[in-house]
């Protein structure tokens, strides 16, 4: 279950954000093969005073955080990032305003279901893609 957050600037309309929600999750069932019930996401507005852009960016700047487990490859993650690139330029978002940082956790460092540790759950899918 990979835990997504995507921050940006207040003032994305709500098909916008519903929009960003599916295309991130559309390229992590695309790229990294989890089930497609497999949601966990939140998305943070802030005041243009509250949310610093880099100079070379323009108020569109987004960052998308991905917290997943580790054992992903290097293609694997190269696929995820130029789909949601693809995909946040559809919803009017430059490509160059988009930054993802994923963060590979070791399945150990996960409680679920209850606290068990993810390794000693079957999750019904392969994580290593």
């Keep these: 279950m990979p835990l997504i957050k995507i921050e940006a600037r207040r003032g994305l309309s709500p098909g ?3 929009g960003l929600f599916d295309a991130v999750h559309e390229a992590l069932v695309a790229s990294f093969g ?3 019930h497999d949601r966990a996401q ?3 507005e802030y ?3 509250d949310f610093e852009i880099p100079p070379r ?3 569109l700047f987004t960052i998308v955080t991905i917290v997943a487990f580790a054992g992903r490859s290097l293609d694997a993650k190269r696929a995820l990032y130029k789909t949601i690139a693809d995909r946040f330029e559809t919803l009017g978002i430059p490509r160059l ?3 993802i940082v994923l963060q590979d956790i070791p399945r150990e460092n996960w409680g679920l279901r ?3 540790a993810a390794t000693d759950i079957d999750f019904g899918f392969k994580i290593e893609v």
């Design 97 to 99: 305003d988009v930054f």
């Design 34 to 36: 989890i089930p497609d």
């Design 42 to 44: 939140q998305l943070i």
């Design 114 to 116: 209850g606290g068990i």
């Design 57 to 59: 960016n323009g108020p």
């Design 16 to 18: 916008t954000k519903r």
């Design 47 to 49: 005041a243009p005073e």
